[in-house]
C-alpha cells in the first residue's frame, strides 16, 4: 500500500516561513509535478551556479529530465553535484485593503538530491513513453520511438522524491482591524493555464486524432 504522505522534512525540506503552509500528501506532491511541463533545475558547475528550465515527467516516485549528452547542466549532475528541482503553479493574485498584505495563492514543490543516469536503451525507451504520453495521451503509439543514435545522443536523468518539500497557498484577503474599514475592493484574481485550438503544421494534409481535436476542450 504506498503511503499517502511523502517522507518527513529534512534540514532542507522544512518550511521555516509560513510553516502552516506546508503540504505533507504525496498525491498534491504528484500533481504539482504532473501538472506542469517545466522545471527549473538549480545545481552549481565549477565557480557558478545555474538555474535552467527544463522538461520533466514523472513516472512513480521519481521525476524525470533529459538533456544532450554534452550539456552543462548534464555534465554537472552526472558529476555527482546535488541538485534542486523546483516546480510553481500559480493561481491568483490576492488584493487586500493594504499594499503589505497582498499576496499569491499557488502550489509549489522542491525536489532535493543527486540524479542518478538511465543506460539501458529498453528502460530509456520506457521512460519517454511516458514523457510521449504526458504531452498528449495516445502520442506514443502514433509516434517513432527514438533509435540507436537518437538514444545514444540523449542522456536520461532520473531524481527520487524523496526529498521534497511542498507549500500551498489558498488564502483570501486578510487585513489588519485599523483598515478593515477602507474603502477598497478585496478578493483574488484567479490565474489558470488555458489550452488553445491546435494549429496544424501540414495544412490539416492528415487528420487530427481524437487527442489533437479533444486538446481543447
Known sequence: MTDPTHKSPTDRTKIRRLPELANHDQEMLHTIIDEAYVCHVAFRAGDDVHCIPTAHWRVGDSIYIHGANGSRMVKALL????????????????????????????????????FDLIENDDDKLAAF???????????????????????????????????????????????????????????????????????????NAIAAPEYVQHWAD
Open 129 to 203: 513513453d511516458y514523457f510521449m504520453e504526458k504531452i498528449s495521451k495516445g502520442r506514443k503509439d502514433e509516434v517513432r520511438r527514438g533509435n540507436s543514435k537518437e538514444l545514444g545522443a540523449t542522456s536520461l536523468l532520473k531524481l527520487s522524491l524523496e526529498e521534497a518539500a511542498v507549500k500551498v497557498s489558498n488564502a483570501v484577503p486578510s487585513d489588519s482591524e485599523k483598515d478593515i474599514d477602507r474603502q477598497v475592493w478585496t478578493g483574488v484574481l484567479p490565474l489558470a493555464v488555458v489550452r488553445k485550438s491546435p494549429i496544424s503544421a501540414d495544412n
Open 79 to 114: 558529476s555527482g553535484a546535488s541538485a534542486s528541482v523546483a516546480i510553481t503553479h500559480l493561481d491568483g493574485l490576492v488584493l487586500a485593503k493594504t499594499a503589505f498584505n497582498h499576496g499569491m495563492n499557488y502550489r509549489s514543490a522542491v525536489i532535493y538530491g543527486c
